[in-house]
């Protein structure tokens, strides 16, 4: 009797699986956590080194420029070294950089450490989805690589929380504050030591048995490799990310996790500011939208699967960019209207935003997944990096109406990106899914097999563009 063979993409759901989930979501928790500790930080070291907009400014977006040079830097590395290396190395800078900001003194010290830890973000940004999606079943893959951006928000929210808490340490709370991101940083560490590599990027350099070893021990005693890579020996390749294949899937996981992050990173970095000058002052509305944050976080996972990955980016943009207009327009609304649509603004963002980690996993191919992943985050940070250095000057020169109806703009482009580039890959396989010279706009059928699975007896469901 024949041995049955199973498929890393077909292969049941295992505790290994979910191993390095919570690995990888670990270093995406300390990627939010560092990037959220700043914002009531910089409340209380701004008038300690004398800030004014523009280091506050620097300072704010400095993480986010390092995430631009990480990005695209890194993840080539990470495709030409492979995921485990690299996967570890990140987690050491970010020790070490969040340590040494506890002995600041000057704002362009601060500049510097942040630059270097956004440029440690940006490689996990690109190590961590790939490794992830390289590992995980198919019908799994939208669910466990959502909880990834999910996790990111309870780090960023998070932060705020501890930053709450140690505001009453005192003088230098905002040091301790800083500093703190070294514990989630050296537990998740530990946890990451051991995490094979690849078993994709294996065989795409042509290391066949490592590959089908690492499958057999971790994934299924009877999985095979020949299923992951229509060829063997595949350059790294940094320029095919740019060529007529793979340029406009590029610009699509670029452009449209740009216009995602630029109104939330202006926003929810000086979010003080903005409630302060929409009238919501205290900390109610602070806690309200981290709550609602939270939330849609978690229902973003749990819809993942259920959804269209095109629907749901199409329709959530098409939301936001209704509720950001109107309080561009109507910024003295009454206090309890502008909190409801800063929660529904904050719910929806969260649970799109989880599209992040999913969307740029998916359509590239193995070679230069890491590379692609990290350039449509690099992409990504400047909007993000140009909005923070931009929000603090923009409130106090031309107003927080028209400020929200610049951030209504970058929106309304995400909508358009979306309708003419967004490809669907719900229930595809990663071959599938990055195997086509070019992206289709339109919906795929809709399956007729649970959602995540393919259709065996239908060949029209199999090799299915992108």
């Keep these: 009797m024949a041995m049955r063979t199973t498929s890393i993409d077909d292969a049941p759901l295992k505790g290994f699986h979910l191993r390095v ?36 400014g620097l300072i704010g977006a400095s993480a986010l420029i390092g995430i631009f040079i990480g990005g695209i830097v890194f993840g080539w590395v990470t495709d030409l070294v492979g995921r485990q290396k690299m996967y570890v190395a990140d987690l050491i800078l970010f020790i070490i950089g969040s340590i040494l900001q506890f002995f600041v003194n000057e704002p362009w010290q601060l500049f510097i450490l942040r630059l270097v830890m956004g440029i440690a973000i940006g490689a996990d940004y690109a190590i961590g989805p790939a490794l992830l999606a390289e590992f995980v079943p198919r019908r799994q893959r939208g669910p466990l690589l959502a909880s990834l951006n999910a996790v990111w928000t309870v780090g960023f929210v998070v932060a705020y929380l501890v930053g709450d808490a140690l505001q009453g340490l005192g003088h230098d709370s905002w040091r301790w504050m800083l500093a703190s991101s070294a514990v989630p940083a050296f ?26 070893d690492i499958i057999r021990e971790y994934v299924d005693p009877n999985a095979e490799v020949e299923d992951l890579s229509p060829e063997t020996n595949n350059r790294t390749n940094y320029r095919r990310l740019f060529g007529g ?41 602070e806690i309200v939208l981290n709550l609602f944050l939270l939330a849609g976080a978690a229902v973003g996972v749990i819809i993942m699967n259920m959804l269209p990955r095109r629907r749901l980016l199409i329709g959530s943009f098409v939301v936001l960019t209704v509720l950001m ?30 599209l992040e980690s999913v969307y740029p996993s998916e359509v590239f191919p193995t070679e230069i997944r890491a590379s692609g992943v990290g350039v449509a985050a690099a992409i990504s940070r400047v909007g993000a990096a140009i909005g923070t250095f931009l929000l603090p000057s923009s409130v106090d020169s031309l107003g927080i109406g028209p400020t929200m109806l610049i951030a209504t703009a970058v929106l309304l482009l995400g909508l358009i990106i979306s309708v003419a580039w967004a490809p669907e890959t719900r229930t595809l396989t990663l ?13 795929s059928p809709a399956p007729t097999t649970r959602p995540g699975e393919e259709s065996l007896s239908d060949p029209s469901t199999r090799g299915r563009e992108v």
Excluded at 431 to 443: Q, T, V, Y
């Design 21 to 56: 989930t919570a690995y990888t979501t670990g270093g995406f928790f300390c990627d939010g956590y560092i990037l959220g500790i700043i914002g009531i930080a910089l409340s209380l070291l701004g008038p300690q080194l004398g800030l004014g907009p523009l280091w506050s």
């Design 187 to 212: 537990v998740v560490l530990l946890l990451r030591i051991g995490t094979p590599e690849s078993p994709r990027w294996l065989l795409g350099k042509g290391r066949v048995e490592e590959a089908r």
């Design 245 to 285: 294949g793979m340029r406009k899937r590029t610009a699509f996981a670029g452009l449209f996790w740009f216009c995602q992050v630029v109104p939330y990173f202006a926003l929810f970095t000086f979010l003080p500011t903005v409630l302060d000058a929409l009238g919501l002052s205290g900390n109610t509305g």
């Design 325 to 354: 207009g109107f309080l561009g327009v109507w910024p003295k609304a009454p206090v309890g209207v502008i909190l409801a649509c800063f929660a529904l603004f904050a719910f929806v963002m969260s649970a799109a935003a989880n």
């Design 431 to 443: 071959i599938e899914a990055s195997s086509a010279p070019d992206l289709a706009a339109a919906e």
